[in-house]
């Protein structure tokens, strides 16, 4: 009879995400990724970018979670709901795929061989057709990084290029804290070094506030008479 359970001291089962890797992608490199997704990722990519939903969120996202503006996250990593804003790149995308999917179709994420793309208000899209339901992109979406040119990226780094590229267009930490479900601000502080240079153009907004400037700053009495017999 064994004394205690062999597990106690083991490592867990379960997979753990990976708190400490901060690795996003810039703009460019974003331009150089869209293009070289086939067509049943890149609705996929799109939405991971607009949303910074994980990966088991986005395969998962039913066409009933999605109403008023809002996805809808029942089942999380953390087991507490949330509600993702859709900004107006994904209503397009969504409104795309589902003008050309079967009526009563259940998954907004499916593949189809015969997906193709297509120009439609400015916005690249893909024609998904009916298909059956995306379960995994690991090998897809490896082969869209080899051919982008991009390395030392996953999946996963799509949550953090969301989060970064908010921080650094102006969002509050609290704002990118309750649309990524994190639980606590801690998860969330790695992302505010970003805001640094963009507090530093707002710091710069009070440039001349303090008229006039330092050059020209109070000189005292004694000082003028000093300055006016060095100069004559």
């Known amino acids: 009879m064994a004394e205690r359970n062999p597990f106690d001291k083991g490592k867990t089962l379960l997979a753990k995400e990976n708190n400490s890797r901060l690795r996003y992608l810039s703009k460019e490199e974003i331009s150089k990724l869209l293009p070289s997704c086939p067509p049943h990722l890149y609705d996929i990519v799109l939405c991971a970018l607009n949303t910074g939903m994980r990966r088991g969120e986005i395969l998962g ?51 189809s061989p015969k997906a193709k793309r297509k120009e439609e208000n400015s916005l690249t ?18 082969t869209a990084m080899k051919k982008a040119g991009i390395d030392n990226f996953r999946f996963h780094d799509l949550r953090h290029t969301f989060a970064s590229h908010m ?16 639980t606590t601000m801690t ?5 505010a070094h970003l805001s640094q240079e963009h507090k530093l153009k707002a ?30």
């Open 61 to 111: 996202l039913k066409w009933d979670q999605i109403k008023d503006g809002l996805i809808y996250l029942q089942h999380t990593k953390t087991n507490t709901p949330r509600q993702v804003p859709i900004n107006q790149t994904l209503t397009e995308l969504f409104k795309f795929i589902r003008k050309k999917q079967k009526i009563g179709t259940q998954y907004v994420f499916t593949f």
């Open 125 to 142: 899209v893909v024609n998904t057709e009916t298909g059956d339901r995306v379960l995994e992109v690991k090998r897809s979406f490896a």
């Open 167 to 182: 921080i650094m267009r102006g969002a509050s930490l609290k704002e990118v804290q309750e649309i990524l479900g994190h």
């Open 187 to 191: 998860m969330t502080l790695r992302y």
């Open 203 to 232: 710091v710069n907004l009070l440039d001349g506030l303090t008229s006039p400037s330092v050059t020209k700053r109070h000189i005292s009495p004694e000082d003028k008479k000093k300055e006016l017999t060095v100069n004559g």
